[in-house]
Structure formats: C-alpha cells, structure tokens
C-alpha cells in the first residue's frame, strides 16, 4: 500500500521559515495537499493542486511537490502556526494521509 | 455556505456497531463529480481516512477497515451515514466527515469542507 511519510517533529522560531516535508513514491506524479489541525479545531485545507492555496489562507503558507517529496512551506512563521500538520495524496481512488508533524513555534 | 456536521455516540461499548451521521448543507450530494467522506483521529495519532461515497453512490472503503464499515447517503435528508461494527477500544477517536468538491479526487483539490468532529470513546 501506498505510504507518505513526515518527519513527526519539527521547530521553528518565530518570523523563520518552516519547511515541512511529505515523502512518497513519485509522489511527484500525484497532486499533493496540506492541512492543518490546531488543538480543538477541524483540520484546515493549506494547499491544494500541489501548490493552490484556498481563499481565505495567507500567502505565507505555500507548497511544491516535485520527485518523491512535496514540501509545504511557511514564510515569516507566527506563533499561530503551531499545529500539526498533514500532507494527503490519493493512491487509485482513495486518500493516503501522511502521518503528521507537529510544528512547534519558539 | 457549506457545513457539515456529525452526530452519533459519544459512548459505546466493546463489540457494539456504531452508526454515526454527517448532516450537511450548502452542497447537493447528487452534484456531478461531489464526494463525501469520512475521517478519523485516534487521541495522539494521525488522520485515518475511513470511507467515502460519491455522486453516483459509488463507495470505497479503507482496505483495512472495509470489512467493519459501511457508508450510506440520503440525498433526500442530506446525510451520509457511516456504520462501523465490533467497535474496540482502538477505535476510541475524533471522527470527521469532510467533503471534496467535483473533480477532487482527479484533479488533487483535496477535502475543503471539514465538519467540527464527533468523539467517540470505546469502554471494553
């Protein structure tokens, strides 16, 4: 079975820049998503199309997906960005979600 | 506007089936190329994708799970249903129902519309 795998962990202080990566076979082939999951809060889509962003989400959050890694990217992180993170591809016709990185701001 | 809201057991006990529902609004289930889905989070662990169903009543299951779920719709009522048998301990989590809108799944738009969650605890 198709496997997308995150570092579980990551630190960034603020006004830095996070990079968050998403490994998988030629993932680069696939379209790639990003969601954010705050304490308490539903799971947020970031990115979508590898590299689209929804209405609504700040232009600091961007991504890439190219070879076996997509990578979302935050510019300028903010404290409100701790959470935790998770890329999803599809593999055939259902979604593979990564396994999470819990970004910490300080 | 788009929601989506699930409803179900907070509680439920070892080896019982468990029905939850996603009632939603802002969108037709019936709209060509429109999916729902149905997502969990264990306490402290990732996102488990579970089911989903599409316009066409088509469904799929996650391989491991498939043998213990079902997912349903009412278009009339708005609702998509999931069913999950012989509940264990394990599946003590936050239980989600996302959609994605037409073209999603091709075209890698992703689930844009989460509801706020339904925990369910399972007591052995």
């Known amino acids: 079975s198709y496997e997308l795998t995150q570092p579980p962990s990551m630190s960034v202080s603020p006004g830095q820049t996070a990079s968050i990566t998403c490994s998988g076979d030629k993932l680069g082939n696939k379209y790639a998503c990003w969601y954010q999951l705050r304490s308490g809060q539903s799971p947020l889509l970031l990115i979508y199309q590898d590299d689209q962003r929804p209405s609504g989400i700040p232009e600091r959050f961007s991504g890439s997906n190219s070879g076996n890694t997509a990578t979302l990217t935050i510019s300028g992180t903010q404290t409100m960005d701790e959470a935790d993170y998770y890329c999803q591809a599809w593999d055939s016709s259902t979604p593979i979600f990564g396994g999470g990185t819990k970004l910490t701001v300080l | 506007q788009v929601t989506l809201r699930e409803s179900g057991p907070a509680l439920v006990k070892t080896t019982q089936t468990i029905t939850l529902t996603c009632t939603f609004s802002?969108?037709?289930?019936?709209?060509?190329?429109?999916?729902v889905s149905w997502i969990r989070q264990p306490p402290g662990k990732a996102l488990e994708w579970l089911a989903l169903?599409?316009?066409?009543?088509?469904?799929y299951y996650n391989a491991s799970l498939n043998t213990r779920l079902t997912i349903s719709t009412d278009t009339s009522k708005n609702e998509v249903v999931l069913t999950m048998t012989n509940m264990d301990p394990v599946d003590t989590a936050t239980y989600y129902c996302?959609?994605?809108?037409?073209?999603?799944?091709?075209?890698?738009?992703?689930?844009?519309?989460w509801g706020q969650g339904a925990l369910v605890t399972v007591s052995s």
């Open positions: 996302a959609r994605i809108p037409p073209g999603g799944k091709a075209s890698g738009l992703g689930f844009d519309y």
């Open positions: 802002g969108f037709s289930l019936s709209t060509s190329g429109m999916f």
């Open positions: 169903i599409d316009w066409r009543g088509d469904k």
